[in-house]
């Protein structure tokens, strides 16, 4: 069946970086699309970045763009993203999801950052 397993969270200080990991299996990873979510305490969960099946395009959030990079490795079956000059705003639950079938998400991977 379809799977995806984030991993790569943590506890970290404001300024750190962070390479989130999600691994895919179960279906045809190099033709769909992949994207990261993420839900900060209290709020509903919200789009950060896509990344295209082959990799060649991705789009960010307007006020992420700069601070975080998607990433994929289809031979690898995963993606990653990477981010870099963590504040406390970025302290949430980080999803990854494919779009095939209506969606699946894996259960997320906690990064909070501390001051």
């Known amino acids: 069946q379809v799977q995806l397993v984030e991993s790569g969270g943590g506890l970290v200080q404001a300024g750190e970086s962070l390479r989130l990991s999600c691994a895919a299996s179960?279906?045809?990873?190099?033709?769909?699309?992949i994207e990261w979510h993420r839900q900060a305490p209290g709020k509903g969960r919200e789009l950060v970045a896509t990344?295209?099946?082959?990799?060649?395009?991705?789009y960010y959030v307007d006020q992420l763009e700069g601070r975080f990079t998607i990433s994929r490795d289809n031979a690898r079956n995963t993606a990653s993203l990477t981010i870099k000059r963590l504040n406390p705003a970025d302290t949430g639950m980080y999803y990854c999801?494919?779009?095939?079938?209506?969606?699946?998400w894996g259960q997320g991977t906690q990064v909070t950052v501390s001051t």
């Open positions: 990344i295209t099946p082959s990799g060649g395009y991705m």
């Open positions: 179960g279906f045809a990873f190099s033709a769909y699309s």
């Open positions: 999801r494919t779009p095939l079938h209506g969606g699946y």
